[in-house]
């Protein structure tokens, strides 16, 4: 079955260092999102990409890059950790067009000491 | 004014009640409308589209009114299963791109 996975599920870092947050889908979908979620704000946008070598900032972009090489994968990176980015991260992929829903990954959650 | 705003409750109704979400969005341009659920510390998952006739998934009903911009979830003979928080989402199209925004959700309880 086509599916969207994450990984690492679960991870613990310090401030200053890179992370980044893989996210893979079988779909063939060329839509792909990444959001955090944080108690009192819902799920807040940071980055998406329509299609391969496309990226797009969201609403929270600052402090996350993304890069698109293939169809399957966007992996989330931040480039220099800090406390505030402490969170859940989820990826989502959808069909193109206005009228297609989006399918989550698991989440990761992310914590930065 | 928040471009989609839902009560984020909680609502505690007892199991066999009917209960009822709404979700308000300010742009009148919006384009399609989804439900989601998400279980705590789990990813959101769709539960259903909603079209502007209205539709129906077994206990679900979801509706569209586009003149006073809201969208509504309405859950029959609630069980203890459907404890869990509903997300709304509106998608609209923003610069030639696909803009989704999402509620905060609305926590539902459904006790014994």
């Known amino acids: 079955d086509a599916e969207i996975t994450q990984s690492p599920r679960h991870k613990i870092t310090e401030t200053g260092r890179q992370v980044t947050l893989a996210c893979h889908q079988t779909?063939?979908?060329?839509?792909m999102f990444w959001y955090r979620q944080d108690l009192g704000h819902g799920l807040r946008l940071i980055h998406y990409s329509y299609g391969v070598q496309d990226t797009n900032k969201g609403e929270v972009s600052d402090g996350y890059s993304v890069s698109r090489s293939n169809t399957e994968d966007l992996p989330l990176t931040l480039e220099s950790a800090a406390s505030s980015q402490t969170s859940v991260y989820f990826c989502?992929?959808?069909?193109?067009?206005?009228?297609?829903?989006?399918?989550f990954g698991d989440g990761t959650r992310l914590s930065i000491l | 004014r928040k471009e989609v705003e839902q009560d984020p409750g909680p609502f505690n109704v007892p199991e066999g009640a009917t209960v009822a979400f709404n979700c308000t969005y300010s742009?009148?341009?919006?384009?399609?409308f989804f439900w989601y659920r998400q279980d705590c510390r789990k990813e959101p998952k769709l539960l259903m589209s909603v079209y502007s006739s209205g539709n129906e998934d077994g206990r679900f009903t979801a509706q569209l009114n586009r003149a006073s911009q809201y969208i509504s979830l309405l859950i029959r003979d609630s069980k203890l299963s459907d404890s869990a928080t509903y997300l709304c989402?509106?998608?609209?199209?923003?610069?030639?791109?696909?803009?989704?925004?999402f509620g905060i959700g609305t926590k539902l309880q459904v006790i014994p």
């Open positions: 989502a992929s959808s069909e193109g067009g206005f009228n297609q829903p989006q399918h």
């Open positions: 989402v509106v998608n609209e199209e923003s610069g030639g791109y696909q803009k989704v925004t």
């Open positions: 742009n009148s341009a919006s384009q399609s």
């Open positions: 779909w063939n979908h060329n839509n």
